[in-house]
């Protein structure tokens, strides 16, 4: 069957996450909505990364088969028209037959926006987390030092009862950039809630609260009540899938 | 009267403008309602810019004074802490016992943002207006050399019954910055809707819709049929004050 890959990017401070819910308003519930009206037929799509309420993408990947062959730059058009500038097709492009934006994605990439100015700057209220500040970047970078290669991380994620919480790390660093500090980490998967488990830890050593040194003994002690909780949804975004 | 001035940064996407109006979310409603708990009393605060809904503010300005003496620093907490991100007070300090944010102004400059990007930025969807790109800037800034000077700008304002609508602009000028174009503009004072109706003007000779040297005309014409709207508020900025 034809299949077809879209890059998608989208504010999520409206939706409650990116999986379809039945009742609320989700990404990919709009985006299926407009899909089947465009396309007049129901349209499964299969997504690399379930972005939770008020997480951001900038490069989301998203798939789909359809019986017979469509135009993917008409359903760029179509969506755009309907849901930008909110929710926005970067590309759209015919894929292999056996494409999964899902099994396909050989590493996800999140950012996390940090804001450590003195007093908020409002215009970054939708996409930063405020904190006070100056926060201490290489102490933040030594923390995060620690999150990379294989580890349980039971104590950073949210707990799924049965599923496995070890994942693989790749990189994880953070610096500043245009007035705000800003993390990045990439990981083969993630668990739910780890990058914003990792950033509230990494924030508690920037604030001096926490030796950078501790943190591996936060990791091994594979209890979520070891941690320092989340941090908020708005500063986090999928950066990118790589493929 | 001990008189204070409070330096005001908001993000207007969730409020229907900054003068108070009853019934409706204002910044002026909630800046009030917060001074009058912290203060204990009724507070009548004066402002430099009066901004539509939806439209944000970075270097807002506004005084009042209060029977007794206050301590600042405490009022900028009490705000911040109630209404920050969203509403910030950036700085708050004692005034001249005749300061008035509004009458002392010598000046008001405003930015506007538009990201014209191939497809819509939604991490700009709430302080940029996307229009289809690439836009020609140097012929948008053409357009607005015209605006500078003094001139009846009744082409280029919400009409309000026996007001002038004749306004001395200083300064207007585009430019590319971190991926968006901005205007930015000074002036004395502003006619209703002027700066967007400016934007709207020059952003259809960005897309060669019109020659920058039609705007004279446009502006003789004193109608405001003459003129092409007013661009989105979402786009525009109060971004400092000048005393």
Redesign the interface.
Known sequence: MPTYRIDL???GSAFRGYAANPGVRTVQGELEEVLAAVLQQEVSTVVAGRTDAGV?A?GQVVSFSVEVAIDPARVQRAV?KRL???????AATEAADDFSARFAARSRTYRYFV?DAG?????????AW?VPGPLDVDAMNQAAAHFIGEHDFASLCRAAEGKTTIRMVNTAAWWRE?GAVVFEVNAAAFCHQMVRSLVALCVEVGRGRLGAEEVPAIIDARDRNAARGAAPPSGL?LWSVEY
Do not use: I
């Open positions: 990017a989208y504010d951001h900038r755009n930008a500038p909110e929710v926005v097709v970067t804001d007093v908020p700057d409002p215009a970054r209220r939708w996409r405020h245009n975004a």
